[in-house]
């Protein structure tokens, strides 16, 4: 499904943010990329999304060079994709019911099919009880539950979850991570960045380590150490 085959990046002023990176991730995965900050992980994202062009080496998804799509195939391939961050980016405007129906409607989803599936994806992360209150009236747990319903509604090929769990606690940690691990099961790609070593021993996925632009190591039994 993905393959970078020998990325590298090296930016104007000489940093290398990658260096010879090579690797896959197959339908249906869960993988986690570790590395302490600067170690490559954030430009290994933008380089899959063609936010950033890689200096050598090329990005596949499926058959395609990423990097090689016109404007309009780039939105279509990123459609194909839910973001999950670290800071939640909900619209604060808005009720929880309406930052969801926002993505279906700017990806030009009919009324009815956003009236079946906002409700769906909420009973999925369990908020459905939540659905006409607004970002400040959620914790920061289920402010990142609606992150994810926004991001999963789509029914993208792949999740990705850069940090999810950095401004939460442990409990909430743990109900993030059982709802990521539940959208895998169901089918969806998860690739997730993250610090939290505790997170990667309760998963027991794969574990991709980054360090100074390089992978030091591929652990398909989802070990965490550097």
């Known amino acids: 499904m993905i393959f970078f085959d020998r990325v590298s990046k090296v930016y104007p002023d000489s940093s290398v943010a990658l260096e010879n990176v090579?690797?896959?991730?197959?339908?249906?995965?869960?993988?986690?990329?570790v590395g302490q900050s600067g170690a490559g992980k954030t430009t290994l994202l933008k380089m899959f999304l063609a936010e950033e062009k890689p200096t050598e080496g090329t990005v596949f998804y499926e058959s395609t060079d990423v990097h090689k799509l016109k404007k309009q195939d780039i939105n279509d391939f990123r459609r194909k994709i839910g973001m999950i961050f670290q800071d939640f980016r909900l619209l604060p405007d808005r009720t929880v019911y309406?930052?969801?129906?926002?993505?279906?409607?700017?990806?030009?989803?009919?009324?009815d099919e956003i009236d079946s599936d906002v409700p769906h994806v909420l009973e999925l992360v369990d908020l459905a009880s939540k659905a006409w209150n607004f970002p400040k009236e959620l914790s920061g747990g289920e402010k990142q539950r609606v992150a994810i319903a926004r991001a999963l509604v789509n029914q993208p090929d792949i999740i990705i979850a850069d940090e999810p769990t950095g401004n939460l606690d442990p409990v909430n940690t743990a109900d993030i991570v059982h709802i990521l691990k539940k959208i895998n099961d169901l089918g969806t790609t998860v690739i997730l960045t993250t610090h939290n070593k505790g997170i990667i021993d309760s998963l027991g996925k794969r574990v991709i380590v980054m360090d100074r632009g390089k992978i030091i190591r591929d652990d398909k039994e989802g070990k965490y150490f550097i």
């Open 22 to 33: 090579t690797f896959s991730i197959e339908p249906k995965e869960f993988v986690s990329v």
């Open 98 to 111: 309406e930052n969801i129906a926002f993505t279906m409607e700017a990806a030009g989803r009919p009324e």
